[in-house]
């Protein structure tokens, strides 16, 4: 099938060769009907020719490249109807390897004895031989390219999109215009288009693939923040307090410690916020312990020195209690006048608190939802801080805001889940990260037990205990039910009756408030040196002296959860660890808690948390109204989004309505982007 007539971007994919009715029905299904369509539809991954490795090195069960001479081949070999066994014997020069072929016919007459090629395919140890499930191959002379593998749909073969993309990149890579205007390309050292296209299809080599992927990836951002920076753009017309005077050294040097080089950046970040006259909504983000609350008293303390009024909530009233103790430690010396307002206090204390800070007389307010309720009122409410924002619903917070003119908003998590990304896109919030924990912490060890082995656990965090540190123990419930859950009460008495010299607390949802701040206090001051606890102490506790956490029923937990835990401790300098209890031994759960042993790192924890669970195409999903990415990777390129967006918002500001003749292309790109939206919204 000859196809020479002139082909464009625009022509149906029916014109490019070996393409009719029926193949170009299965592109569409893809979402593919144009040549152009085509060269956007992106490698879903690569088979990396590039680093084969030899028979005797490969990982057993797993995906790997082999290069091997074909040595001899064996009869077809029908196992049953319908299904033929191909076989063929190959030599990497020390080893045999049998590569085995289930019903491609195809791919067994295309392989000839004598030819050396490099075989991909899932490898195996069948009884001491090798053996390599054949996915793919090419001949050893093309083995230094990496080859795409597309996401194909019933019908349309890896081999037939290569084909075709080949021809489509051939012929009309060269009449793609760069929809990013070039002085963007330069600042951002971002390559062209064409080049990118063709070097995602067709890799000349991994560097020229990463250089490819980058540029596109930031297409992608880039034009996703400025379709919504302009949906959005109505907001960031309010007026907000103009902070004057944002020197800070004087909070600086009261510190007893540096500074992080993130936690410096988050500031300026802040401060710069502060000083431009509509409001900040910003999302700081840090993995636990990354020191988000220093970043939240800096910003206090500059709010305070210029006469305006904050309000920090935290979602409970440990951590309200905890952050009221940590910010007026810091802050009190420096004259900040900080109060702590929460659903436990007398109705007397309540309203004088409430008094003084609507007379202005406070400012800053520490507290719990009760902070939020309507008979609280501010005198000049600037800064509202939240903490830990995936406790709240959005709609607390724009309650809490409604309480200020248009007060900046600063939101704290350490959840770098997609709900996190999902807030920059819905609440155009911008982003700072603390991607760097204080000098001197060391990862905590974590280890995985039996319960047969708690007693040694039990009696390795007495010998911490004898040695001046604490450390907690967490359980799932509050009573013992007929289930085999360790219940909290229960357990404390009994760890109590064990250790008659060791000061065990209890900690469980179900105490009052004024109980709950008594046991934290009493840990925090190292009166208590065990505390055994339900999940309240989760989320944000900081005592840097404990050392161990141990978590019973751990199977009980999601990732994101226990990671939450183990950031209870490794908060000081002192090595910490943290062991998880779980008689489970299904595959999953060992996976998890594999996971939790092999990495402290929050962002990679979230996303095995998300693969694990299979979160979908969050973006993509109807619930969101998010056009779906194409290549762009949430976790990964993070900070690739930060920077697109910001360049977004650069050209907006010189550019509101797009209108300049540079930027019409990428104007029809957003414009396209909704439209399709809409489709997927119908
Ligand atoms: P998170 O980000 O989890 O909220 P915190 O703000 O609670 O972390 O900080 C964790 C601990 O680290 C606290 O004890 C805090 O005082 C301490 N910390 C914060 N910043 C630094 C720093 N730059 N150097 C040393 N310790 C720090
Ligand atoms: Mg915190």
């Given at each position: 099938m000859e196809k020479p007539e002139a082909l464009t971007?625009?022509?149906?994919?029916?014109?490019?060769?070996?393409?009719?009715a029926k193949r170009a029905a299965l592109y569409e299904k893809l979402g593919v009907r144009t040549v152009y369509d085509l060269l956007r539809f992106?490698?879903?991954?690569?088979?990396?020719?590039?680093s084969p490795v030899m028979a005797a090195d490969a990982p057993e069960g797993e995906n790997c490249v082999i290069k091997a001479v074909v040595t001899r081949r064996m009869q077809p070999a029908?196992?049953?109807?319908?299904l033929v066994l191909y076989k063929f014997i190959a030599s990497d020069g020390v080893s045999n390897i049998q590569i085995t072929i289930f019903n491609n016919e195809y791919a067994y007459y295309g392989i000839k004895a004598g030819e050396e090629y490099a075989f991909c395919g899932k490898f195996s140890k069948m009884g001491g031989r090798y053996q390599l499930a054949l996915s793919s191959y090419v001949p050893a002379a093309e083995a230094d390219t990496m080859r795409p593998v597309y996401n194909l749909t019933e019908g349309l073969a890896n081999g037939m999109v290569h084909n075709n993309m080949r021809e489509a990149v051939d012929r009309c890579a060269e009449q793609l215009a760069d929809p990013l205007p070039l002085p963007l390309l330069r600042e951002e050292k971002l390559c062209q288009l064409r080049y990118a296209i063709e070097n995602i299809h067709f890799p000349q080599g991994r560097e020229a693939y990463e250089i490819a992927r980058r540029r596109l990836v930031f297409e992608e951002f880039f034009t996703l923040s400025l379709a919504l920076v302009r949906l959005?753009?109505?907001?960031?017309e309010e007026a907000a307090i103009r902070l004057?005077?944002?020197?800070i050294s004087p909070f600086l040097s009261s510190l007893p410690f540096e500074l992080t080089g993130a936690q410096r950046r988050a500031i300026g970040e802040i401060l710069s916020d502060m000083q431009k006259g509509f409001p900040m909504n910003r999302l700081l983000q840090g993995d636990?312990?990354?020191?988000k609350t220093m970043v939240a008293a800096a910003a206090v303390y500059a709010a305070a020195k210029n006469g305006v009024q904050s309000a920090v909530m935290a979602p409970t009233e440990i951590l309200a209690g905890q952050h009221y103790a940590t910010f007026s430690k810091v802050l009190a010396p420096l004259g900040v006048r900080t109060c702590l307002l929460t659903g436990s206090l007398t109705p007397k204390q309540k309203e004088e608190r409430k008094e003084a800070l609507a007379a202005g007389e406070i400012d800053l307010a520490v507290g719990t939802h009760?902070?939020?309720?309507?008979s609280t009122a501010f005198a000049r409410l600037g800064l509202v801080i939240t903490d830990e924002?995936?406790?709240?619903?959005v709609e607390q917070r724009r309650r809490l805001a409604g309480k200020g003119e248009s007060p900046h908003s600063l939101v704290m998590s350490a959840t770098p889940i997609p709900r996190t990304l999902a807030l920059i896109v819905y609440g155009d919030l911008d982003l700072s990260v603390l991607d760097e924990l204080p000098k001197g912490r060391q990862p905590v060890d974590t280890l995985v037990i039996h319960s047969n082995k708690r007693e040694r656990a039990l009696g390795f965090i007495r010998d911490h205990i004898a040695a001046g540190e604490q450390a907690y123990i967490v359980c799932p419930l509050v009573e013992e039910s007929e289930s085999e859950l360790l219940a909290a009460a229960q357990y404390r008495d009994r760890v109590a009756k064990a250790f008659p010299d060791i000061a065990v607390g209890l900690l469980h949802g179900r105490m009052k408030p004024a109980e709950k701040e008594a046991v934290m206090a009493a840990f925090q001051q190292g009166k208590v040196q065990l505390l055994v606890s339900t999940?309240?102490?989760?989320?944000?506790?900081?005592?840097?002296?404990?050392t161990v956490m141990m978590v019973e029923n751990?199977?009980?937990?999601g990732l994101a959860q226990l990671h939450q835990l183990r950031?209870?401790?490794?908060?000081?300098s002192k090595k910490s660890y943290c062991i998880l209890v779980s008689d489970n031994d299904g595959e999953e759960n060992r996976k998890r808690l594999s996971v939790m042993k092999a990495t402290n790192d929050g962002f990679v924890i979230a996303r095995e948390d998300l693969k694990l669970r299979g979160s979908g195409d969050f973006f993509g999903s109807r619930q969101s109204g998010m056009p779906a990415l194409a290549i762009a990777d949430l976790f990964e390129d993070a900070d690739l989004f930060k920077e697109a967006q910001e360049a977004a918002r650069r050209l907006l500001a010189g550019d509101p309505a797009l209108e300049r003749p540079e930027n019409s292309a990428i104007r029809v790109i957003i414009d396209r982007l909704f439209d399709q939206n809409k489709d997927a919204m119908n």
């Open positions: 971007l625009d022509s149906p994919v029916t014109a490019l060769k070996n393409v009719g992106y490698p879903r991954s690569y088979i990396d020719y590039t029908p196992i049953r109807k319908g959005r753009g109505r907001e960031r004057e005077d944002t020197d636990v312990g990354s020191g009760a902070l939020v309720q309507d924002q995936h406790r709240f619903g999940t309240v102490v989760e989320v944000g506790v900081d005592v840097p002296n404990a751990a199977e009980r937990f950031g209870r401790v490794g908060r000081g």
